[in-house]
């Protein structure tokens, strides 16, 4: 029958056929050429046909979300060790080099690509042998390709059709895109697991990543082939070194210097025997290969008992709750006594009562938290039914408690100043001197901090003439902001650091930025409602923002040097310990040609200390310096600073 006679009904119940054969059988019975030609007769005989948007949206639809689905090859998980021994034990079963790579902590899993390449099924790992379909969810959210190129791994398509494509991996969030959502959900796994498998996507999703270790169908040999591979397929790989068997333990320290530099969280170091055919002879238990295994960081969780809640005001009005645990914890290194509870939604799912027997982790060795309550107390914890603060009204807003006058509260006010102080790292003015400012009424408002005299200042408790001078000395020199500084201070909630430095780099002025409407922000990398609420944000910071410009400059992109947009970019940069290839002066003159600053010292705003490959400090804990120290303890307060080595900066800056 000839095509032009058939009707719209006709089409739809063929294409159907097809897309069935094609997508869920995966055996095709006509060419792509055959199958685009019914696809456009019946784009102009019903344009509105919902098959075409069947087809547009990839055939598994939402209604699939969440089906049971079985792993042709079960998802095992990896056998754990804790000590250099162990590990040594289990690398002297096989030959050949070994691939390290980060353990992420994230989503495990499984995308299947079938005859001409097409994603078809992508699912969860469930319990290994059956998982859950996220296949539209995948489309839409992962950062992968749609399709992959087959010839890319030597696979004619009749081959790859017996035999599917298999790619695995870990869905994750990045801990800067977490930061974003970190009032709403407990951590960065769970925000990544939850937005999976959600049903109904809205429009402002975490952004997830994901990061492939494992090639199944291809003719790889060996687990740096198959990394090499996927990199080619274009879906990111692992990172991963390949070392030799007497690197294990050099190399287990190294991931754990690196751990704080990378943007995601890990819970140790995945060891895979290189090879495949040394993978095959060593086969698998039940539960796990043996050609694998995951060295875990020590120390990352503890329990203890939940001794209170203290409920603090942020400067966003948001009124968040505190644990406070006794005896204290010893994780990674620091003693943890209080820990984030995010929000009141948090505190209701984990039903927390005082006296509680808690699992307390610190994910990524940073920012510690509650994992759970294993029960035990009897006093539950109640939700304060006014502002900790200021006393007034509160409002819930689902998972959120909050102050209702945020503009008249004195905690709100005071994040506020605290946030501005420290991000424009205006020293000598910590919490305990702002809120002498404000209680005395001198600086309400960040622009009062331009006003302050020397005489003002040493009327304050602990505050003499000499600080004093000092004090206002600092303001001035803090007249000067760059844009990113500026904006970040600004304190709007979707207003961090790296999207504070994306604006500036595209807007390059205050004025233009606050033209903006939400259609000219809205684009790639930026949605619709990070996009209104940066343009509420800066409007309700209208009169803010005038105030502070009567006293200070914004130094505005054009008139910065050619280095803008370099890769140290905004950057501050400080160096200790003995560079091996440059003197201290050439590197700072590589730093700010590189379009970054020197810094004097180490701050909570740092962004990056080098450590020189002449020390040996970034291995062992003896030899640190004090910048080191200082640096890492605000590290593990949760102020992302980068550690790297002077090696790395070459990298970086080349
Ligand atoms: S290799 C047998 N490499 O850890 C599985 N897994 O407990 C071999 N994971 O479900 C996997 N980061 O999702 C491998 N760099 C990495 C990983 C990694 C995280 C997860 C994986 C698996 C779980 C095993």
């Not at 390949?242 to 287990?252: M, T, V």
Request: with cysteine.
């Amino acid at each position: 029958m000839s095509l032009m006679r058939r009707s719209p009904e006709e089409l739809e119940r063929e294409i159907r056929h097809h897309n069935r054969l094609y997508w869920i059988d995966n055996a095709p019975e006509i060419s792509d050429e055959e199958y685009d030609r019914l696809v456009r007769e019946l784009e102009r005989l019903a344009p509105d046909s919902p098959v075409l948007a069947e087809i547009a949206a990839g055939a598994a639809t939402t209604d699939e979300l969440g089906d049971s689905v079985r792993h042709e090859q079960p998802m095992l998980s990896l056998d754990k060790c804790y000590t250099e021994e162990v590990l040594g034990r289990w690398a002297q079963n096989f030959e050949g080099p070994i691939v390290t790579s980060p353990k992420i902590d994230g989503v495990a899993v499984s995308l299947i690509f079938g005859g001409r390449g097409h994603l078809l099924r992508a699912a969860t790992r469930g319990d290994g042998r059956q998982g859950e379909d996220i296949t539209a969810n995948a489309r839409a959210l992962l950062p992968i390709p749609g399709r992959i190129d087959l010839k890319k791994l030597g696979l004619s398509p009749s081959a790859a059709r017996v035999n599917a494509v298999e790619i695995r991996g870990e869905v994750f969030l990045t801990l800067s895109e977490f930061e974003r959502f970190k009032n709403v959900a407990a951590s960065p796994r769970n925000l990544a697991a939850g937005t999976l498998k959600r049903k109904h996507p809205s429009a402002d999703l975490p952004r997830l990543s994901f990061f492939a270790y494992d090639l199944l169908g291809s003719p790889a040999k060996s687990e740096w082939d198959k990394l090499a591979l996927l990199g080619e397929l274009g879906v990111q790989p692992v990172q991963a070194r390949l070392i030799g068997r007497d690197e294990l333990q050099d190399s287990y320290l190294e991931w754990v210097a690196r751990r704080p530099t990378l943007d995601f969280e890990l819970d140790g170091v995945v060891y895979k025997c290189d090879s495949l055919d040394e993978q095959a002879r060593l086969g698998s238990t039940a539960h796990h290969p043996r050609y694998a295994i995951a060295y875990k960081f020590q120390g990352d969780t503890g329990e203890s008992q939940l001794a209170d809640v203290e409920w603090g005001v942020s400067r966003t009005g948001a009124i968040t709750p505190v644990a406070v645990v006794t005896p204290p914890v010893l994780l990674s290194g620091a003693m943890i006594k209080r820990c984030s509870l995010h929000n009141l939604g948090i505190v209701r799912k984990l039903s927390l009562s005082l006296g509680d027997t808690v699992v307390v982790t610190r994910r990524g060795g940073v920012i510690p938290h509650i994992e759970e309550s294993r029960g035990g107390g009897t006093i539950p914890v109640i939700p304060p039914r006014e502002c900790p603060s200021c006393a007034g009204p509160v409002v819930v807003r689902e998972d959120l408690l909050l102050c209702a006058q945020p503009a008249d509260c004195r905690g709100a006010r005071l994040g506020t100043l605290e946030h501005y102080v420290s991000t424009i790292r205006l020293e000598g003015f910590g919490p305990k001197v702002l809120a002498q400012l404000h209680d005395r009424g001198m600086v309400k408002e960040p622009a009062d901090l331009y006003k302050l005299s020397a005489a003002k200042l040493a009327s304050l408790d602990l505050v003499g003439d000499v600080l004093a001078r000092k004090l206002t000395h600092r303001i001035r020199e803090r007249r000067h902001l760059t844009l990113p500084v500026f904006l970040q201070a600004l304190g709007i909630p979707v207003l961090g650091k790296s999207m504070a430095e994306q604006l500036a780099l595209k807007y390059r002025s205050l004025r233009a930025l606050r033209a903006l409407s939400e259609e000219d922000l809205i684009g790639p990398g930026l949605r619709e409602t990070t996009a209104r609420q940066l343009v509420e944000g800066l409007a309700r910071q209208g009169k803010r923002i005038d105030a502070l410009l009567e006293y200070v400059t914004v130094e505005e992109r054009e008139h910065d040097d050619g280095a803008v947009g370099g890769p140290l970019s905004g950057k501050s940069v400080l160096f200790t310990g003995k560079l091996m290839t440059l003197s201290r002066t050439e590197a700072q003159e590589r730093v700010s040609q590189a379009g970054g600053e020197n810094a004097s010292g180490v701050s909570k705003n740092l962004d990056i200390l080098v450590i020189g490959d002449g020390d040996s400090s970034l291995r062992g804990a003896h030899a640190k310096s004090s910048k080191q120290r200082k640096a890492e303890r605000y590290l593990k307060e949760g102020h992302p600073i980068e550690i790297i080595t002077e090696r790395e900066l070459l990298e970086r800056i080349e």
